[in-house]
């Protein structure tokens, strides 16, 4: 049996802490920083979506694997975590809308994964004791050469991420004789966001993280949009140059995650780096402007500084994560200027946060 010949594997984190488990597919090592993901399922769209990009993945669900992978379930076009690290990968799978299986998914995009580890045991431990970089290794024999390798991999704080995810050259999505015009700077755009916005009849024009405000305006948009991404938003200085621009000429603009921290920053509002970010598909917000709470999908190691947010003349928070009391969502009062750390659209159902899409697009048909 495939399963009796896997080969050992380590996991070791940057302050020396040892887990174990077995290679699933191809050997090797993959460092990045280590963080879990909280979801009961959906974890092809957690491999491939690009604000992963540099982290080694814990996924908590007890099975990985199991419903196989489909070619529509993607956010970008390949697997954007370092590495993945589970308990009980499925070799099997089982789903009439199934194009292939994970196994096949993560060799064809050269990842490492590792199962049988005590993924409960990490997971308290990381939460405990923080983020930290950490190295999965087939190289069990040799755990102080990956010390060495691992004392070389950059922190997370500080970390440009979105060049190495972003689109080189612009491109269009929707129909473009849709009635509303978006400019979307990719700093690690989601597929998830573009089909919410196309579905919503606008087309779209996606540009590279580093193109000017005069790159996104010379199409004559509607309106503009700024994208989740991987890595430290305060780097991100062309984007925020972007935001900038827009906000000074009191143009529509909206932003997730990691756009959402660029609008923070170009208004003089600080990040900094959690403890232990959010990562899941079932995180509970507040909506302050309605009272009511929300079940949304986060994936944010960043935050904004909550009390800068509050002394801000012209701006409004409009959501809190439930559980800590961080910024979930902001508003300029004086412009069509909002933004979610999370993704909207995470559990359709009563509480489902969609809506944000639509307050936007009903901005830039009104205008
Ligand atoms: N989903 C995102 O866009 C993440 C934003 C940022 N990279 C963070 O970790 O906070």
Redesign the pocket.
Known sequence: MKYQKLKKAVILLADGTIFHGKAVGREGSAFGEVCFNTGMTGYQEIFTDP?YYGQLMVTTNAHIGNYGVNNEEVESDSIKIAGLICKNFSYNFSRDAADGSLEDFLNENNLLAISDVDTRALVAYIRDNGAMNAVISTETDNIEKLKKELANIPNMNGLELASKVSTKEPYFVGDENAPIKIAALDI?IKKNILRNLAKRGSYIKVFPYNSTFEDLSSWNPDGYFLS??????EPLIEAQEVAKEIIKRDLPLFG????H?VIALANGISTYKMHN?HRGINHPVKNLVTGKGEITSQ?????INREETEAHDDIEITHVHLNDNTVAGIKMKSKNVFSVQY?PEASPGPNDSSYLFDDFINILKNK
Do not use: E, K, V
């Open positions: 604000s690690g989740n991404g991987p890595g430290d938003p997730i995650c990691l756009g921290q970010g994936n944010h190691g960043f935050a993704h």
